[in-house]
């Protein structure tokens, strides 16, 4: 089991000065085929200020030369990979993500500025895509992967982020198998560890105390020099998290490491 494929979810705005690191690291993690795919929406002269129709189809027009311009600055310079680009203007650029999700074993994608008018849901692609999504912190840099954490209870969502992680698992070092509190007794990471151990990945275990929460994983992951953290996502439910709060919400929120999840 590999990741043969990848869609790489480019920020029109941001994330062209790394995209070599971006495609780099989609390689690294077994993809032999990259699917770039950028949105972008049309925001109105004015933050919001009404606008007529001409105007809005300039700004369009703009937006579409900008995608344009970013294509051949960034398609030529690409090696090691065969390379599909896709980018529109649209009013919902997380659907647009969405339909393009079928293209890849992996979703790569960075996490959102924290801008008035973001182009991408984030919380909604995690929960839509099916398919595996890394997340990566505005922050991040190109490094090799040594050590993934897994953050882990014996729950659906939990087992079915180990078989969404198992390619990155296998290409790593080490695997460090993180269970926080009662809700993650050792029997669990055991066995957790055991079906692992049949993959040909060999993990440690770390049992920590207190309630999982997003800092508390974090925190751990990065204490154990973990390159990327893998959990599930809304173990509570969507709604539920969305009104109350919840691991999930806070790792969407803010997350210092390479987030890998699946819904």
Known sequence: MAYRSAVLVLDAREDAARFDDLVALAA???????????????IPPGHGVPVGPGGLM?????????LLAMRETLVPGVRGVRLDWRSRVVAD???????????????????????????L???????????????LP???????????ALAYRNTREG???????????????Q???????????????????AQLCDHGVFAEIRHLDGPATAMGLTRAAQHLDAQILVSGAYGH???????????????????ALPWLTLH
Do not use: H, N, Y
């Open 28 to 42: 690294s993690l077994g993809a032999e085929t990259v699917t770039a795919v950028v949105a972008s929406e049309v």
């Open 58 to 66: 300039l700004r369009a027009r703009e937006a579409e030369d900008a």
């Open 93 to 119: 650029p997380t659907g647009f993500v969405l339909d393009q999700a079928a293209r890849g074993d992996l979703v790569i994608v960075s996490r959102p500025g924290r801008k008035p008018q973001a182009d």
């Open 121 to 135: 849901d984030l919380a909604r692609l995690i929960l839509s895509a099916g398919r595996p999504v890394l997340v």
């Open 138 to 148: 505005r922050a991040w840099t190109a490094a090799p992967v040594r050590r993934v």
């Open 159 to 173: 087992r079915i982020a180990v078989a969404a992680a198992l390619p990155v698992l296998r290409l790593a070092d």
């Open 175 to 193: 695997a460090l198998i993180i269970g926080m509190g009662k809700a993650a007794p050792a029997t669990d990471l055991e066995d957790v560890t």
């Open 237 to 255: 439910g969507e709604a539920r998290e969305r009104i109350f709060g919840g691991v999930t919400r806070d790792l969407i929120a803010d997350c």
